[in-house]
C-alpha cells in the first residue's frame, strides 16, 4: 500500500497569512492531485501535477510536485476564510488508482 | 467537467437494515467508483463499477456487504448491507474528471449514521 502523509493535519491562521501543506510518500507517483472539500460537499479538484519539479498556481494556490515525485506541497498566499476547508492530496500509480493522504484541515479566521 | 448527483445526502438508519445509494452522472462515463470517507479524514476505494460486467472490490470489501449495480454508463447504485454502527461514514462516488487525465469528480457524498 503506497501512503500519502500530509503535514500539517490542523491549521488554525488568520486571514491574510500564508501558509504552506505538506504531502510526503515513500512512493513514486505518475502524478498528483490537490483537492478542497468542504463539510457537505464531495472533493473538489483543485490540479493535477505531472512532472517532477513542476510548478503550478492557481490564483492565490502555488502547487509544487518533488523533483523525484513522491511530494508535493501547497502554498496559499494571503489566506482568506473561503479557503477554510479539507485539503487532500491523491497520488496516482501507473495502475491508475489513486491513493489520499490524510487530510489537512485549514481554517481561516477572519 | 461532468455533474454528478448523489442521493441521498444523509439518512439514519437502524442496525441490520440496508442503505441504497444512488448517483447518476450527467454523461456517459466508463468507470464510477465509490469510497468510503470518516469526516475530515482520508477517502478509501470501495470498489470500481464497470458497466456490464461485476464491479470490481478493494482489499477488505465484499459483494455481500456492499453489493453494486451498473446498469448503464450514466448510473450506478451502492448498498450498504446488515448496517452496524462501524458502517457510519461518508460514503461518495466519483468518474474521471472531464479535461484531466488523472482527477477526477466527486458527487456531494451520503452521510450515513446507524443506530
Known amino acids: 500500500t503506497q501512503l500519502l502523509e500530509q503535514s500539517p493535519q490542523f491549521l488554525s491562521i488568520q486571514e491574510g497569512e500564508n501558509l504552506t501543506v505538506y504531502c510526503n510518500s515513500s512512493?513514486?507517483?505518475?502524478?498528483l492531485q490537490w483537492y478542497r472539500q468542504e463539510p457537505g460537499e464531495g472533493p473538489v479538484l483543485l490540479v493535477t501535477v505531472v512532472t517532477g519539479g513542476e510548478v503550478k498556481k492557481l490564483k492565490r494556490l502555488t502547487f509544487q510536485f518533488g523533483d523525484a515525485r513522491k511530494d508535493s506541497s501547497l502554498h496559499i498566499t494571503a489566506a482568506q476564510p473561503g479557503d477554510t476547508g479539507l485539503y487532500l492530496c491523491a497520488g496516482n500509480t501507473n495502475a491508475g488508482k489513486s491513493t489520499f493522504g490524510d487530510g489537512t484541515t485549514l481554517t481561516v479566521k477572519p | 467537467s461532468a455533474v454528478i448527483s448523489q442521493k441521498p445526502s444523509r439518512d439514519i438508519c437502524q442496525r441490520g437494515t440496508s442503505l441504497t445509494i444512488q448517483c447518476q452522472v450527467d454523461?456517459?462515463?466508463?468507470?464510477m467508483f465509490w469510497y468510503r470517507q470518516q469526516p475530515g479524514q482520508s477517502l478509501t476505494l470501495i470498489a470500481t463499477?464497470?458497466?456490464?460486467?461485476?464491479?470490481?472490490?478493494e482489499s477488505g470489501f465484499v459483494i455481500d456487504k456492499f453489493p453494486i449495480s451498473r446498469p448503464n454508463l450514466t448510473f450506478s447504485t451502492l448498498t450498504v448491507s446488515n448496517l452496524s454502527p462501524e458502517d457510519s461514514s461518508i460514503y461518495l462516488c466519483?468518474?474521471?474528471?472531464?479535461?484531466?487525465?488523472?482527477?477526477?469528480?466527486f458527487g456531494s457524498g451520503t452521510r450515513l449514521t446507524v443506530v
Open positions: 466519483s468518474v474521471p474528471a472531464t479535461g484531466d487525465l488523472y482527477g477526477y469528480t
Open positions: 463499477a464497470n458497466q456490464g460486467s461485476e464491479a470490481t472490490y
Open positions: 454523461s456517459q462515463v466508463t468507470m
Open positions: 512512493s513514486v507517483f505518475s502524478s
